[in-house]
Nanobody, 122 residues
Framework: QVQLVESGGGLVQAGGSLTLSCAASGRTFSNYAMNWFRQAPGKEREFVAGISGSGGSTGYADSVKGRFTISRDNAKNTVYLQMNSLEAEDTAVYFC???????????????WGQGTQVTVSS
């Protein structure tokens, strides 16, 4: 198991930006594909963005494509989610996720962080 701790959530106005971070420990970080999921109140957890272990492949949900950017620093065991042009619909708890294999649409498996709240005011 890999342990994950998210940070960087908060309250931001619509149109603003926020960067989430997820620090990993416990296993070789570069062996894991990393994903961001989110869950809004009353809704199912949904995929947001993913990145392969090397960082060479990335994927995004259609709802965030062009606004969000996922990246990783394997030397720092950290994955990031840069969120621009935020909308009220982006309000959710954002979860970091680690899986052994990269997928363009990962399932709800693997290791999870505790989540960080992002609230976008309109």
């Amino acid at each position: 198991q890999v342990q994950l701790v998210e940070s960087g959530g908060g309250l931001v106005q619509a149109g603003g930006s926020l960067t989430l971070s997820c620090a990993a420990s416990g296993r070789t970080f570069s062996n894991y594909a990393m994903n961001w999921f989110r869950q809004a109140p009353g809704k199912e957890r949904e995929f947001v963005a993913g990145i392969s272990g090397s960082g060479g492949s990335t994927g995004y949900a259609d709802s965030v494509k062009g606004r969000f950017t996922i990246s990783r620093d394997n030397a720092k065991n950290t994955v990031y989610l840069q969120m621009n042009s935020l909308e009220a619909e982006d309000t959710a708890v954002y979860f970091c996720n680690a899986q052994l294999y990269y997928s363009v649409r990962p399932a709800l498996v693997g290791s999870w962080g505790q989540g960080t709240q992002v609230t976008v005011s309109s």
